[in-house]
């Protein structure tokens, strides 16, 4: 089974910086028809998570574009250009690249200072 | 607009049983796999078991596997969870959730309906 790690566990950030979560997998993600089945959700406090980015970079619908992924192989990044305040919240990376079977990080929680 | 609506959760006793269900709306349900993704209090998330659009295939994580069966209604637009020898580890806020388009992810989760399993 493909393994999730994120870090760090938190992150403390001023209003207005720019904020970065690391996720690495133990196995390469890209799938047999060449696509990385990598996702970023995020979880407000008291909801349901919610999709941000799929495929390594792509932007879900309705989601800012200070909201930006990166990454190949085993590692990416989620990175928010600056934070704001209804950003704090649990960040998690997921591969569906095994799919029907998810596998997710470990979560990172962003927090203001 | 996606709306997927879940409720069963209750409080249950070590080794009984529950049956969660799920009500979508908003888009061809029969047209796209389904999962089910737990999240115990305070922890992360865990994918519980997965369908396909035509209920011909399932899935289990090894944690319920034997103990779990993942079930839909296309007809009613219902998805289901029957959850039966229930185990205190199984408490948790159970999601239910829609596969994006090829699989490439899971765009949209309901609110989850909590279930706890103690005496």
């Known amino acids: 089974d493909i393994v999730m790690t994120q870090t760090p566990l938190s992150s403390p950030v001023t209003l207005g910086q720019p904020a970065s979560i690391s996720c690495r997998s133990s196995?390469?993600?890209?799938?047999?028809?060449?696509?990385?089945?990598l996702s970023w959700l995020q979880q407000r406090p008291g909801q349901p998570p919610r999709l941000l980015i799929y495929k390594i970079s792509n932007r879900f619908s309705g989601v800012p574009d200070r909201f930006s992924g990166s990454g190949a192989g085993t590692d990416f990044t989620l990175k928010i250009s600056r934070v704001e305040a209804e950003d704090v919240g649990v960040y998690y990376c997921?591969?569906?690249?095994?799919?029907?079977?998810?596998?997710f990080g470990g979560g990172t929680k962003v927090e203001i200072k | 607009e996606v709306q997927l609506v879940e409720s069963g959760g209750g409080l249950v006793q070590p080794g009984g049983s529950l049956r969660l269900s799920c009500s979508a709306s908003?888009?061809?349900?029969?047209?796209?796999?389904m999962h089910w993704v737990r999240q115990a209090p305070g922890k992360g998330l865990e994918y519980v078991s997965a369908?396909?659009?035509?209920?011909?295939?399932?899935y289990y994580a090894d944690s319920v596997k034997g103990r779990f069966t993942i079930s839909r209604d296309n007809s009613k637009n219902t998805l289901y969870l029957q959850m039966s020898s229930l185990r205190a580890e199984d408490t948790a806020v159970y999601y239910c959730?829609?596969?994006?388009?090829?699989?490439?992810?899971?765009?949209?989760w309901g609110q989850g309906t909590l279930v706890t399993v103690s005496s």
């Open positions: 997921m591969q569906a690249t095994q799919f029907p079977q998810l596998t």
């Open positions: 908003g888009f061809t349900f029969s047209s796209y796999s």
């Open positions: 369908i396909s659009g035509n209920g011909g295939s399932t």
């Open positions: 959730v829609k596969v994006s388009v090829a699989g490439s992810s899971v765009d949209y």
């Open positions: 196995q390469r993600l890209v799938h047999s028809d060449g696509n990385t089945y």
